[in-house]
């Protein structure tokens, strides 16, 4: 095989592997646009999420208001119970 030969093959394969880091090249730079994309896209929705959560403050802090309420009133209800039961049970045994 002469030199020149070889120097051919040398040349061809260096130009596959130019060619092969040109194609990483660019898919990088479509993965660079797509994550760019994607983290306008984040930042919307992380804005959106605070906002919803913003108006849902009022609301969770009626239910934990109503569900203070509901509990009272259940407390009451056995403590009522309870002493409606005890007078019952000493006006029978008089």
């Known amino acids: 095989m ?3 030969n070889l120097w ?3 040349l061809a394969k260096f130009d596959k592997h130019e060619e092969k880091m040109d194609v990483l090249l660019k898919q990088q730079g479509e993965m660079n646009v797509i ?3 994607q983290e ?3 930042a919307e929705h992380i804005k959106r999420t605070d906002i919803l ?3 849902l403050e009022p609301v969770e802090k009626h239910v934990d208001a109503v569900n ?5 009133i259940g407390a009451l209800s056995v403590a009522a ?9 000493v006006s029978e045994l008089h």
């Open 2 to 4: 002469s030199d020149i």
């Open 8 to 10: 051919e093959i040398i």
């Open 35 to 37: 994550l760019a994309l």
């Open 40 to 42: 306008v896209s984040l």
């Open 53 to 55: 959560e913003a108006k």
């Open 68 to 72: 203070v309420i509901l509990k009272i």
């Open 81 to 89: 119970t309870i002493i409606i039961g005890a007078l019952k049970l």
